[in-house]
């Protein structure tokens, strides 16, 4: 079963916008639970534009699913996950300026510095996903780092989807065949939306799980946010 995790990034960003609690993060994630989320996930990057370290706190209060932080492994994303202990840290390599998540680690080149913090987040508890485009060389290397779970970055599939999805999930298919041998967990992520997910589930049967969050929050303004997490959980046969 391909769980979905909520991202509730963007829910901050419209509260941020006024300076006030509306709408309020806690809120909408046991709401996004209620309705049938598998997970929630939050980016609390370092300018804290949407959601903020304080955010993360309280979340961990209440996720009764499960709670996953992505971040840079800075010391300041390190101790957020050491103290509120997720289920699952994912590491990304963004810059702290980044408009967004846009590109995968080097596992390669960056191995030395991704063990220590690998072994260090899952001695706090934490399952460690590793964000990496699809290329099978640096899902093997996530592998040799001693990753619990390699997500793929899915934005350049989102891009293809619609002039050409069998080219578009090819690298996909073949980084997830590569993620099973070597006994890795799959999860993919970023512009994952109504249109390009069955397919994408259909192709990687074996998907763990899919973190959605920018599509999702903008499909809930016009279905709302019960009736459009059901419909992301029809797409994936939930
Ligand atoms: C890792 C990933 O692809 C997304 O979670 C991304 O981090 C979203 O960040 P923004 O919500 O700031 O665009
Ligand atoms: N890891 C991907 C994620 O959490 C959400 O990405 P997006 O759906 O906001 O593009």
């Known amino acids: 079963m391909t769980k979905l995790s909520v991202n509730i990034n963007k829910v901050a960003t419209l509260r ?3 300076g ?9 994630a046991k709401d996004c639970e209620r309705f049938g989320g598998q997970g929630i996930t939050v980016h609390p990057r370092p300018d804290e534009r949407h959601i903020t370290k304080k955010d993360c706190y309280d979340l961990f209060e209440i996720v009764t699913t499960e709670f996953n932080i992505e971040g840079y492994p800075d010391e300041r994303y390190m101790k957020i ?3 509120t202990k997720p289920a699952q840290a994912t590491l990304v390599p963004d810059a702290p300026d980044a408009i967004t998540s846009n590109a995968g680690w080097d596992t390669v080149a960056n191995a030395e510095l991704l063990k220590g913090i690998t072994k260090r987040l899952q001695a706090a508890g934490a399952r460690v996903s590793i964000f990496v485009d699809p290329d099978p060389v640096m899902v093997e290397g996530a592998a040799k780092i001693g990753a619990d ?5 899915t934005e350049p599939y989102a891009d293809g989807y619609e002039a050409d999805r069998e080219a578009a999930v090819k690298p996909y298919v073949e980084a997830a065949e590569k993620a099973k041998e070597l006994g890795l967990g799959i999860n993919a992520g970023h512009d994952l939306d109504l ?3 069955r397919y994408l589930k259909e192709r990687i049967p074996n998907l763990d799980e899919v973190s959605i969050g920018h599509a999702l929050i903008s499909d809930a303004l016009y279905f709302g946010l019960e009736n459009t997490i059901q419909m ?5 046969d939930v």
């Open 20 to 28: 006030h609690d509306n709408p309020n993060v806690v809120q909408v």
């Open 195 to 197: 249109n390009n997910l």
């Open 232 to 236: 992301y959980l029809r797409e994936l």
């Open 149 to 153: 779970r390699v997500e793929l970055y």
């Open 81 to 83: 996950v050491e103290e």
């Open 16 to 18: 941020n916008s006024r």
